[in-house]
Nanobody
Framework: QVHLVESGGGLVQAGASLRLSCAVS????????IAWFRQAPGKERDFVAA???????QYPEWVKGRFIISRDDAKDIFYLQMNSVEPEDTAMYYC????????????????WGQGTQVIVSS
């Protein structure tokens, strides 16, 4: 079983930078892809970024270079670096895991963290 815990959210001003963290444990049997999703109140969960078990990275078009996913293999921590944040980025941010390969639908992911809240003020 895989456990994920997000941290690093908070209240920030538009234009600021923020780094979210996802600590992963309990995943020694198989190799996983890790993804970030976000969800605003009343909205669907949207794909933000992902890295596969073999290394390839994927973002949706709307990210436009503002967000970067990375990992610290020694600590089993995955990061989402958020730059030039906008009020529209306000949401709960979740990390999720599935076997090996990237998918962009939240229904394809088996394990989820509890989320970390990001609020961007104007």
């Amino acid at each position: 079983q895989v456990h994920l815990v997000e941290s690093g959210g908070g209240l920030v001003q538009a234009g600021a930078s923020l780094r979210l963290s996802c600590a992963v444990s309990g995943h020694s049997v198989v190799v996983y892809a890790i993804a970030w999703f976000r969800q605003a109140p009343g909205k669907e969960r949207d794909f933000v970024a992902a890295v596969s078990a073999s290394g390839p990275i994927q973002y949706p078009e709307w990210v436009k270079g503002r967000f970067i996913i990375s990992r610290d293999d020694a600590k089993d921590i995955f990061y989402l670096q958020m730059n030039s944040v906008e009020p529209e980025d306000t949401a709960m941010y979740y990390c999720a895991a599935r076997p090996v390969t990237i998918e962009t639908s939240d229904s394809e992911y088996d394990y989820w963290g509890q989320g970390t809240q990001v609020i961007v003020s104007s």
